[in-house]
């Protein structure tokens, strides 16, 4: 399945995901910047993305927890926001498109 | 200026790496002072995930952030360490004995032939909005511009305040300023708080009062008057449509996010903000100045507590040459030596 993610000057990455990962860690480890800075534990909220057209409304709806993390998420949008540490990589969501959102 | 302290070594961050190196130093009889822009000891197990489990600590199946922290603490009590929380390490200078004064942003100046950088990913400073232009409207004091915090509430008597955030700092703030600010006014990107129920309640309470008004919409813009004053912000709604409203204040409370900070300015060797170190004392290019757990980087490593914990132990051994030029170094066993037991005030 492949990622496509715009980080924040606006340039396209297409990324190979790995089944059961989670997005946040396949644009981490593929250079993106995202901090991630609690290491997936969807504690911190510092790996924010914009899902875009259309993808929000496929993926699995964010849990309690996630809804509370983002409280702590600079410029949130509803409808658009989550945590990518929380969005696991599965052939359903082969294409879904992800823009890194502001530090 | 008070006269600076005197010690080993001076450690920079207490998290669990900063933790444990007191207790391979304290073994070898160094004195720790240690410093943390935090108000308690953890790092990030007590900032970012004090009540998730760890799974991958050797010999502790499963253990939280707090949990590991507090074992850490009363694993190394016999040393008597010194802390030093709430303040954030500013300025490292070598001094002509050849020993480094460290000083933080609260004046205090620690004295030590050895400096341990144990920050992590450096200093836990708050989330700044990524509104533009907003710089320029921090740091103006009495309660007008922007502020991360609240030191006294005074400063907002009388003034208009506008708070953006959902957790208990925001909903915190909202309900203490309420009754002493001119007004007060709430921004949230959703109708509904992450913050404890309770202050949820008497936040909807003094809203039912008229005393704080709350509105679902974030901030896009900062508006000044011609000498750079904040005179109010652009306002944008869940149906996105934007007004002005008019502000002395805003505070923005989103969390503590981890920048470098003044460690890039310590004139240490840093690659990618990680401080390369040799995998044999993990000292950095500059003698005397060793890095240890996720601020450091060697072929290899992996940004885990257990190779914080081995490379705070090769560290020791390195430090006490360093401070102990002239003696002996005996590698000991805490099982078999009672010299040791005794240290840890465990033999009768």
Same mark, same amino acid.
């Given at each position: 399945?492949?990622?496509?993610?715009?980080?924040?000057?606006?340039?396209?990455?297409?990324?190979?995901?790995?089944?059961?990962?989670?997005?946040?860690?396949?644009?981490?480890?593929?250079?993106?910047?995202?901090?991630?800075?609690?290491?997936?534990?969807?504690?911190?909220?510092?790996?924010?993305?914009?899902?875009?057209?259309?993808?929000?409304?496929?993926?699995?709806?964010?849990?309690?927890?996630?809804?509370?993390?983002?409280?702590?998420?600079?410029?949130?949008?509803?409808?658009?926001?989550?945590?990518?540490?929380?969005?696991?990589?599965?052939?359903?969501?082969?294409?879904?498109?992800?823009?890194?959102?502001?530090? | 200026?008070?006269?600076?302290?005197?010690?080993?070594?001076?450690?920079?961050?207490?998290?669990?790496?900063?933790?444990?190196?007191?207790?391979?130093?304290?073994?070898?009889?160094?004195?720790?002072?240690?410093?943390?822009?935090?108000?308690?000891?953890?790092?990030?197990?007590?900032?970012?995930?004090?009540?998730?489990?760890?799974?991958?600590?050797?010999?502790?199946?499963?253990?939280?952030?707090?949990?590991?922290?507090?074992?850490?603490?009363?694993?190394?009590?016999?040393?008597?360490?010194?802390?030093?929380?709430?303040?954030?390490?500013?300025?490292?200078?070598?001094?002509?004995?050849?020993? @480094?004064?460290?000083?933080?942003?609260?004046?205090?100046?620690?004295?030590?032939?050895?400096?341990?950088?144990?920050?992590?990913?450096?200093? +836990?400073?708050?989330?700044?909005?990524?509104?533009?232009?907003?710089?320029?409207?921090?740091?103006?004091?009495?309660?007008?511009?922007?502020?991360?915090?609240?030191?006294?509430?005074?400063?907002?008597?009388?003034?208009?305040?506008?708070?953006?955030?959902?957790?208990?700092?925001?909903?915190? @703030?909202?309900?203490?300023?309420?009754?002493?600010?001119?007004?007060?006014?709430?921004?949230?990107?959703?109708?509904?708080?992450?913050?404890?129920?309770?202050?949820?309640?008497?936040?909807?309470?003094?809203?039912?009062?008229?005393?704080? #008004? +709350?509105?679902?919409?974030?901030? #896009?813009?900062?508006?000044?008057?011609?000498?750079?004053?904040?005179?109010?912000?652009?306002?944008?709604?869940?149906?996105?449509?934007? @007004?002005?409203?008019?502000?002395?204040? +805003?505070?923005?409370?989103?969390?503590?996010?981890?920048?470098?900070?003044?460690?890039?300015?310590?004139?240490?060797?840093?690659?990618?903000?990680?401080?390369?170190?040799?995998?044999? #004392?993990?000292?950095?290019?500059?003698?005397?100045?060793?890095?240890?757990?996720?601020?450091?980087?060697?072929?290899?490593?992996?940004?885990?507590?257990?190779?914080?914990?081995?490379?705070?132990?090769?560290?020791?051994?390195?430090?006490?040459?360093?401070?102990?030029?002239?003696?002996?170094?005996?590698?000991?066993?805490?099982?078999?030596?009672?010299?040791?037991?005794?240290?840890?005030?465990?033999?009768?």
């Amino acid at each position: 399945m492949k990622i496509v993610a715009t980080d924040r000057v606006g340039k396209e990455h297409v990324v190979e995901g790995r089944d059961g990962w989670s997005v946040m860690e396949i644009l981490r480890d593929a250079g993106l910047p995202i901090a991630a800075e609690c290491g997936g534990a969807c504690a911190c909220a510092t790996c924010h993305v914009y899902v875009e057209d259309g993808w929000y409304e496929k993926l699995s709806p964010p849990s309690d927890a996630e809804i509370d993390m983002l409280d702590m998420a600079l410029a949130v949008e509803p409808g658009r926001s989550r945590l990518s540490c929380q969005i696991v990589c599965k052939n359903e969501i082969d294409g879904i498109k992800v823009t890194v959102a502001p530090e | 200026m008070s006269t600076p302290i005197e010690t080993d070594v001076a450690i920079i961050g207490a998290g669990p790496i900063g933790l444990f190196a007191v207790f391979e130093l304290g073994l070898l009889d160094l004195k720790c002072h240690l410093v943390d822009i935090l108000d308690r000891p953890g790092g990030q197990c007590t900032e970012l995930y004090p009540e998730k489990p760890i799974y991958d600590i050797p010999g502790l199946p499963i253990v939280t952030g707090q949990e590991l922290t507090n074992k850490l603490l009363e694993q190394i009590k016999p040393f008597g360490a010194q802390y030093h929380f709430g303040e954030m390490a500013q300025a490292l200078k070598k001094l002509p004995d050849g020993k @480094w004064k460290l000083t933080t942003d609260a004046g205090t100046e620690i004295v030590a032939p050895v400096i341990v950088i144990a920050a992590g990913g450096g200093s +836990f400073v708050p989330k700044r909005p990524p509104v533009p232009g907003i710089e320029a409207f921090e740091n103006k004091g009495n309660g007008v511009g922007v502020h991360y915090a609240v030191r006294k509430m005074e400063t907002f008597r009388g003034k208009n305040v506008l708070i953006a955030g959902g957790g208990d700092s925001a909903l915190d @703030w909202t309900i203490n300023l309420a009754p002493i600010a001119k007004s007060l006014t709430l921004v949230h990107h959703r109708d509904g708080f992450r913050a404890a129920q309770h202050s949820v309640n008497q936040m909807r309470e003094l809203e039912k009062e008229g005393k704080v #008004k +709350f509105h679902v919409a974030s901030v #896009k813009q900062l508006l000044g008057d011609e000498n750079g004053n904040l005179m109010g912000v652009t306002l944008s709604g869940a149906d996105k449509k934007e @007004w002005t409203h008019e502000t002395d204040a +805003f505070l923005p409370f989103f969390g503590l996010t981890i920048k470098l900070g003044p460690i890039a300015e310590f004139g240490l060797n840093l690659h990618e903000n990680l401080i390369p170190v040799d995998t044999a #004392k993990f000292e950095s290019s500059t003698p005397g100045i060793f890095a240890i757990g996720d601020i450091n980087s060697y072929a290899g490593k992996l940004k885990l507590i257990l190779s914080g914990f081995h490379e705070a132990a090769l560290m020791a051994q390195a430090a006490f040459h360093v401070c102990r030029p002239n003696e002996k170094l005996r590698f000991q066993y805490t099982t078999s030596s009672s010299n040791l037991q005794k240290k840890l005030g465990v033999t009768a």
